[in-house]
């Protein structure tokens, strides 16, 4: 506290990210991070770039944009990046969410959406998930500014159809639906392929999970040019530079290496569905999921009491101390090794 603060400064409730332990060994399922390293091509292309170094990079980031409308079968006006998607979101919620009816998105979702909304000035209205944790689209026909959820959501993991989406998108035309899939690759459909058809919608994404490149920091979102545009103005009256040289590099090839990805994605996936197994053994109920992660909780224990437990054994997982939540632990998939070890101290604790 200081009288030389900003007046916003004082009301800010920060978000606090998982913990990033210094120490080694410790086997860390806390932060949603891909246990797989990048693409090697990612890698090697990162080196190459320390030759550029010197200058500075393309403030637009032709480069990346081009690879990602390539990929995604949109025009390079319609992508957006940033660096990470956490970035991206942020410009978004300043330059598309701050209106004067309520934005909407679920009371059980991704912890950085109230953060922005105080920071922006933003008015939100949380919407309640269902007793099973499922977020229904007809608690959000009520009045709002925009909506905007994780698809799947985090920290539950379940995710929504593509035709769901739609109907969320046709059932708003006056309203921006942002959809954010930090995890949609794990298993869920993406709602890329909506934006040709609805100028309400925009999809936001990550490299930081199923490309393992969450140190590099890259994100994006792709819409119709209008919004991308609204982004870019915002963008540009804050930093001109928010990818370095090697980030863009690394996220280039990162995105053409598909076998790589294709083999890590599937390996996780094929992990998630030997540690539901597992953890369901162990007597926890395990929430569907479609993301890199599981959101489970044990009738016999508490959570807080299991993460601290866990944490003494060396495992970490994430703990959110929220009400109707604060008996889950979410836990990042791992190797199959990382999983095991978790389960063998998970079994002395419950
Ligand atoms: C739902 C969701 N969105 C966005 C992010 C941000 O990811 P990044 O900034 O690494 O791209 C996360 C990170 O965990 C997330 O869980």
Redesign the pocket.
């Known amino acids: 506290m200081s009288r030389f603060w900003s007046p916003v400064v004082h009301n800010l409730s920060p978000y606090v990210p998982g913990e990033q332990p210094r120490q080694d060994g410790i086997i860390k399922l806390n932060?949603?991070e891909n246990p797989y390293p990048p693409s090697p091509h990612a890698v090697a292309a990162i080196m190459t770039a320390t030759g550029r170094l010197r200058l500075y990079p393309d403030p637009r980031a032709s480069a990346l944009r081009e690879t990602i409308a390539a990929h995604y079968g949109v025009a390079s006006d319609e992508v957006f990046v940033g660096n990470?998607?956490?970035?991206?979101?942020a410009h978004t919620f300043q330059a598309l969410l701050k209106q004067d009816a309520p934005l909407l998105f679920p009371d059980i979702?991704?912890s950085?959406y109230p953060v922005y909304c105080r920071l922006y000035g933003i008015a939100f209205e949380e919407v309640p998930l269902d007793a099973a944790m499922r977020l229904a689209l007809s608690d959000y026909r009520r009045p709002c500014s925009a909506i905007i959820l994780?698809n799947p959501n985090?920290p539950t993991g379940i995710a929504l159809r593509r035709a769901e989406i739609e109907s969320l998108v046709a059932e708003h035309p006056d309203q921006l639906v942002v959809i954010?899939e930090?995890?949609v690759d794990f298993g869920a459909e993406s709602a890329v392929p909506l934006v040709a058809r609805h100028d309400n919608l925009l999809v936001?994404q990550?490299?930081?999970?199923s490309r393992a490149l969450?140190g590099l920091?890259?994100?994006f979102a792709i819409g119709q040019r209008s919004l991308i545009e609204a982004l870019e103005r915002v963008k540009d009256s804050f930093n001109s530079y928010p990818l370095d040289c090697l980030a863009i590099s690394g996220a280039v090839a990162a995105i053409k290496d598909d076998a790589w990805f294709e083999n890590t994605r599937d390996r996780i996936m094929a992990s998630r569905g030997r540690l539901v197994g597992a953890l369901s053994e162990l007597g926890f109920k395990v929430l569907p999921s479609q993301a890199n992660f599981v959101f489970a909780r044990h009738p016999g224990h508490l959570g807080a009491e299991l993460a601290a437990g866990l944490r003494e054994r060396g495992v970490l997982v994430r703990h959110f101390q929220k009400p109707r939540i604060e008996d889950f632990l979410r836990i990042t998939v791992g190797t199959d090794e990382q999983c095991e070890r978790l389960i063998a101290q998970m079994r002395e604790l419950v």
Do not use: C
């Open positions: 932060t949603n990470g998607s956490d970035e991206v979101l979702t991704y950085f994780p985090a954010d930090a995890y936001i990550t490299l930081s999970k969450a920091r890259v994100g």
